[in-house]
Structures are given as C-alpha cells and as structure tokens.
C-alpha cells in the first residue's frame, strides 16, 4: 500500500513538475526516442557511445516495467474509477453552464485530453502513468 502512495505522490508531483517546467516547450519531441536523440546531440555521442547508451535504457526500461507488473493492476483500477470521477465532475459543471460556455468547456477538455495522449504516446485511457520513457 505505501508503494501505492508513493506511485501516486510521485506521479502527481512528476505531472506538476513537468507542466511548470515544460510550459515553454510544449512542442518540442517527447519519449524515449526524444530523450535518447537529446543524449547523443548534447553529449556528443560516437556509434559506439550512443549504442551502449541505449542498451542500458532499454535494460533500466525493462527493470521498470517489471517493478510495476504486480501493482498494474491496482492502479488500472483507480485510472478507472479517477476517469468515472472526472467524467461526473465535469457533467455536474456543465450543467452551471450557459451554451456557450459548455462547448468552450468541451473544447478545453478535448485539448488537455490531446495534449496527455501526446504526453503518453496516443493513449487517451485516463490509465495513471507507467515507468518513465527512458
């Protein structure tokens, strides 16, 4: 239960983290791809560098991905309930709402949701986020 609290702590920290500090660079690339294309043009990277680079992030990747394995399952269940929260949420506020006002709310929520599948690779789920990119 702690490693569930402090997925979720983190999680939520990592999503403020990354809309403050990201805020000017909303379009630039995003990923493991984009990460590992940072590494090598930043650092300078030979072949030979940029290959065992990207050996050791797909291995830490792997390793990451296994340590969420048991608990997938839990915090797919809260994506679901947390996605049922907000979809009520958002109907109770709609309803406050002239016309006008309920499409530019539709439209705000459509593009927050396009701007998370960008951030997660296309996937509009709601699920929590899984192991880092990279």
């Known amino acids: 239960m702690f490693l569930l ?61 296994a340590l969420y394995k048991p608990v997938k399952p839990q915090l797919d269940s809260i994506a679901v309930t947390a996605r049922v929260v907000s979809d009520s949420t958002h109907a109770q506020i709609k309803r406050l709402l002239n016309p006008e006002q309920q499409v530019k709310l539709d439209k705000m929520r459509a593009g927050a949701r396009r701007e998370l599948a960008e951030r997660r690779g296309g996937d509009t789920t709601g699920r929590p986020p899984g192991p880092p990119p990279f």
């Open 5 to 65: 609290g402090a997925f979720l702590a983190g999680g939520a920290l990592g999503f403020s983290a990354d809309r403050v500090i990201g805020a000017g660079h909303r379009r630039e690339m995003r990923g493991p791809r984009a990460y590992r294309q940072k590494l090598a043009e930043e650092l300078k990277l030979t072949p030979q560098q940029q290959a065992s680079v990207d050996s050791l992030i797909e291995q830490k990747h792997r390793q990451i991905v």
